[in-house]
């Protein structure tokens, strides 16, 4: 096996590649280096493994995540759940495994020459030691039923009684193009308003520009009011019969109204209209409220893996680091107008 870098001039072999590869992800869309690299200025490193006839079998996409306060890092694939190496269809066991442990030495080998602290992979795949794996946080896969009715019948009881009392309430939800100005710029408000009150800087409204432009053919935008005013928003993706809310918020007014259940209804909704056959819910920690809130949908829990190498005697998880929960606990506090305009900046180095 050889190791390339995939530049622009040599896209067409990576969406071939990803696209005979079952086990890829959105993450391993060539256009998320452009989203991330355009918004933040980080520099891509999309690996290739060749066979001996010089064929690509399999993928790993890399962003070097520059961070003061954190320490750079080589992630696949950061501000997303899933990443890491994928594999093309029919490859036997041995070229399997040739392939990912020569990805996984390149990429370290790239990442010390970059003087990256940590190299880091998320992925449903996990690493092995020395790669320090995280399985604090877990995903929850919803089967999706043909018709919205027998997705009903399929919730669970007080999940169908909450939706029941929805419809009294006369929410107005909408999904739209999620290239329309007017809309994003909802979403923007709402997810921005959302994350200052978890203690989370945001990204920023280039960020989203850029996503919503890479991604147009594959992301929607919901929105749902509450006497006129959007108290919810979404932006929905569908990869390959998969759908995600990645990106989500709701303000305070959003509770007594139960306006995140509606957003979520409308985007199980919306995967069944499109013909997927799964939603997934994305990754959190078990036991919180966040957790609760989806297993009381009814999905299956999937164990993702966050694999890191520390790369620097004193390297840490950024979690682990009490500047981030200084910061966490500070943000909470902090003037909507102020955390709009200074989240992105801080965002950008928080790969998580």
Same mark, same amino acid.
């Given at each position: 096996? %050889? ?22 992800t ?14 933040? #200025? ?20 890399? *962003? ?8 750079s ?9 899933? #990443?890491g ?35 880091? *992979? ?24 043909? %018709?919205?009715? &027998? ?6 009881? &007080? ?8 419809? +009294?309430?006369?929410? #107005? ?10 809309a994003?710029?909802d979403?923007?408000? %709402?997810?921005?308003?959302?994350m200052?009150?978890? @203690?989370?800087?945001?990204?920023? =409204?280039?960020?989203? $520009? ?7 053919d594959?992301?929607?935008? *919901?929105?749902? /009011?509450? +006497?006129? =005013? ?22 305070? &007014? ?9 957003? !979520? ?5 919306? @995967?069944?209209? $499109? @013909? ?10 078990? @036991? ?5 809130? +989806?297993?009381?949908? #009814? ?8 694999? %890191?190498? !520390?790369? $620097? ?5 950024? /979690? ?15 003037p ?10 801080l ?6």
């Amino acid at each position: 096996m %050889t190791v390339v870098v995939c530049s622009e001039n040599r896209r067409t072999d990576w969406d071939d590649l990803i696209a005979q590869c079952a086990d890829a992800t959105s993450g391993h869309l060539w256009q998320w280096r452009d989203v991330v690299g355009s918004a933040y #200025g980080f520099d891509s490193h999309y690996l290739i493994a060749q066979d001996s006839r010089g064929r690509p079998v399999a993928a790993a996409p890399f *962003i070097f995540v520059r961070s003061l306060l954190y320490g750079s890092e080589l992630s696949s694939m950061p501000y997303l759940d899933y #990443g890491g190496i994928c594999h093309a269809d029919g490859l036997d066991s041995a070229s399997r495994n040739a392939a990912q442990a020569d990805l996984i030495n390149y990429a370290r080998e790239l990442a010390s020459k970059l003087r990256a602290k940590r190299l880091h *992979i998320r992925s449903l795949m996990q690493m092995e030691p020395p790669f320090e794996v995280s399985t604090e946080k877990v995903a929850q896969h919803l089967s999706l039923s043909s %018709t919205i009715d &027998e997705q009903m019948r399929r919730l669970p009881s &007080e999940r169908r009684n909450r939706l029941k009392r929805i419809e +009294k309430l006369q929410l #107005g939800v909408d999904v739209t193009d999620a290239t329309d100005p007017a809309a994003l710029a909802d979403f923007c408000a %709402t997810y921005s308003e959302n994350m200052r009150d978890l @203690g989370s800087p945001t990204h920023g =409204r280039r960020f989203f $520009s850029n996503l919503v432009n890479g991604f147009r053919d594959r992301l929607s935008l *919901i929105r749902v /009011r509450s +006497k006129g =005013r959007v108290v919810a928003a979404g932006l929905a993706m569908n990869f390959r019969g998969s759908m995600m809310l990645p990106w989500s918020g709701a303000t305070f &007014e959003a509770r007594p109204v139960y306006a995140t259940n509606a957003l !979520y209804w409308r985007a199980i909704q919306l @995967g069944i209209e $499109s @013909g997927c056959h799964t939603f997934d819910f994305g990754r959190s920690s078990v @036991g919180s409220g966040i957790f609760e809130f +989806k297993r009381q949908w #009814g999905p299956t829990p999937v164990q993702p893996y966050w694999s %890191t190498l !520390y790369l $620097s005697p004193h390297a840490s998880a950024p /979690r682990e680091r009490k500047s981030l929960q200084t910061i966490s606990r500070l943000w909470r506090h902090m003037p909507l107008g102020v955390a709009r305009a200074f989240g992105p900046g801080l965002r950008r180095g928080i790969s998580n």
